[in-house]
């Protein structure tokens, strides 16, 4: 089969109370979404099938880092940033390619629960008062500007949760972190009369006011989760998968 897709995960990739369990920002996203789907995943080890790579959207990352490269190397921000009137710039560290990493991410170990929790972020700026700031890249196509997390899907909670991670990790990291975090929008224009050899983007920046405090219950909560030997109740109000699984069951 070239398709490549094992639904079962090997046992050293399931929890195992006897040994630290890597729980990436994506699990804790997955839990949040269907406590559920996280137990089939994590403990049983049956993986969801995996979304498409965007290969358009890891090139627009991957020029946005050599950018944001170029500012940490000059000590000045982002166009993007003046353009916004922030005085914000890329945090130097000598850790910062790891914590781009999505293998390696941004780390912390949290001794009570045995979990070592991580997320790879896109870049950190910092602010005038030496507070980092969490930055996250998107690239889309649509015909509206993208000012506000109205105009993003589901008005960019799970977006939003995603920078909260990366700042509460920052955190853990001994860092002082910034309430403000941003989406960085770079917006294919289809409305051009050919493409041509290039494609045209148009670039906004949405704000976000964080909130870390619910992290560490919900971390809580996942590890109560996992020392259950009762797979969760299906959620079908929230998630598809479930509804999915149910409905087939009633056939």
């Not at 994590?42 to 050599?66: E, T």
């Not at 030496?130 to 506000?148: C, E, N, P, W």
């Amino acid at each position: 089969m070239g398709y490549g897709y094992n639904p079962i995960v090997g046992k050293n990739w399931r929890y195992n109370p006897e040994k630290t369990f890597k729980i990436s920002r994506s699990k804790i996203e997955l839990y949040f979404n269907c406590p559920t789907c996280f137990y089939k995943d994590a403990k049983l080890g049956l993986r969801k099938p995996p979304m498409p790579g965007w290969a358009i959207n890891s090139a627009v990352d991957a020029l946005l880092k050599k950018e944001m490269d170029i500012c940490r190397a000059k000590d000045r921000p982002h166009g993007i940033f003046i353009e916004n009137g922030l005085d914000i710039k890329p945090f130097k560290h000598d850790d910062i390619e790891k914590w781009q990493n999505a293998f390696t991410g941004i780390q912390y170990k949290d001794t009570e629960h045995n979990f070592l929790l991580y997320g790879g972020v896109d870049d950190i700026m910092v602010d005038k008062d030496g507070k980092l700031v969490v930055i996250d890249f998107k690239a889309t196509a649509k015909a509206a500007d993208i000012l506000s997390s109205a105009n993003v899907y589901n008005n960019g909670e799970s977006y939003k949760r995603q920078l909260e991670i990366y700042s509460w990790l920052l955190q853990k990291n001994g860092f002082e972190v910034s309430t403000k975090g941003y989406l960085m929008y770079y917006n294919g224009e289809a409305s051009r009369p050919h493409l041509g050899k290039q494609m045209h983007f148009r670039r906004t920046l949405v704000p976000f006011k964080l909130d870390t405090s619910w992290i560490t219950p919900m971390i809580a909560e996942m590890y109560a989760c996992l020392q259950s030997d009762k797979i969760p109740k299906y959620n079908d109000s929230n998630c598809e998968d479930c509804l999915y699984l149910t409905t087939i069951e009633k056939m």
